[in-house]
C-alpha cells in the first residue's frame, strides 16, 4: 500500500525567500511522485514528476524535487517565491489503480 | 486548459435526491479516474475506468455509482445524497493504466447537499 505525509499543512515565506515544500512517502513498489498545485476554485495542475532515471526533476513555474530513496522523501522547493505561487499544493504517489494524494500544504506568500 | 471537461461546475440539491457528474475526458485518453475532494477526508480515489471497463475501485460508497461510454466520457451518480456527500468531485484522464502516466484534472463539481 502507498501513503503521503506531507509536513506543515500551512507554510508561509516572504516574496523572494526559499520555498520548501516536505513530501515523504510509503511504496512498496519503486514509487511514481508527483506534485500537483491548486489555485482556488480550480482543478489540480501538475508541477513536476519523478518516474525513473535522474533523481532531481524540475518543473514549470521555477518549481524543482529531489527523490531521495534513502529518507523516502520528494521535497518540493523554489528558490524565490512569488506572490502568484499561492496556493495548496499536493504530493502523490501513483500506482496503476490511482494517485494517492498526501493532505496538502496551503502556500502562503507574504509581501 | 487541462482538456479534460465537467459538467456541471456546481449543483445545489437536497437531502435523498440523486445527481449526475458528467466528465469528458482529455482527446485520446482512455482512462478515467474520479476523486472526492472534502475539508475532513482530502482528496480520495472514488473509481477509475480504462476503455469503457472499471479498473479499480477506492473508498466509493454504494450509493454512488460510475460508468465509462463508448465514446469514453464518464459519469459518476450519486444517489441518496446526504449532507456528507457535499464536497468537490474531480475527474481525472491518462493516457493509460501505468502509474507513471500523468493524470489530467478538470475543475471539478461543486456539490452541495442542503
Known amino acids: 500500500a502507498q501513503s503521503v505525509t506531507q509536513l506543515g499543512s500551512h507554510v508561509s515565506v516572504s516574496e523572494g525567500a526559499l520555498v520548501l515544500l516536505r513530501c515523504n512517502y510509503s511504496?512498496?513498489?519503486?514509487?511514481?511522485l508527483f506534485w500537483y498545485v491548486q489555485y482556488p476554485n480550480q482543478g489540480l495542475q501538475l508541477l513536476l514528476k519523478?518516474?525513473?532515471?535522474?533523481?532531481l526533476v524540475k518543473g514549470i513555474n521555477g518549481f524543482e524535487a529531489e527523490f531521495k530513496k534513502s529518507e523516502t522523501s520528494f521535497h518540493l522547493t523554489k528558490p524565490s517565491a512569488h506572490m502568484s505561487d499561492a496556493a495548496e499544493y499536493f504530493c502523490?504517489?501513483?500506482?496503476?489503480?490511482?494517485?494517492?494524494f498526501g493532505s496538502g500544504t496551503q502556500l502562503t506568500v507574504l509581501p | 486548459d487541462s482538456g479534460v471537461t465537467q459538467t456541471p461546475k456546481h449543483l445545489i440539491t437536497a437531502t435523498g435526491q440523486r445527481v449526475t457528474l458528467r466528465c469528458s475526458p482529455r482527446?485520446?485518453?482512455?482512462?478515467v479516474y474520479w476523486y472526492q475532494q472534502s475539508l475532513d477526508q482530502g482528496l480520495q480515489f472514488l473509481i477509475q475506468?480504462?476503455?469503457?471497463?472499471?479498473?479499480a475501485k477506492g473508498n466509493i460508497l454504494e450509493r454512488f455509482s460510475a460508468q465509462q461510454f463508448p465514446d469514453l466520457h464518464s459519469e459518476l451518480n450519486l444517489s441518496s445524497l446526504e449532507l456528507g456527500d457535499s464536497a468537490l468531485y474531480f475527474c481525472?484522464?491518462?493516457?493509460?493504466?501505468?502509474?507513471?502516466?500523468?493524470?489530467?484534472f478538470g475543475a471539478g463539481t461543486r456539490l452541495s447537499v442542503l
Open positions: 481525472a484522464s491518462s493516457a493509460g493504466t501505468s502509474g507513471k502516466n500523468i493524470q489530467y
Open positions: 511504496s512498496s513498489v519503486p514509487p511514481y
Open positions: 519523478y518516474t525513473t532515471g535522474a533523481t
Open positions: 502523490a504517489v501513483g500506482t496503476a489503480r490511482q494517485l494517492t
Open positions: 482527446s485520446g485518453d482512455l482512462s
Open positions: 475506468y480504462y476503455n469503457g471497463e472499471e479498473r
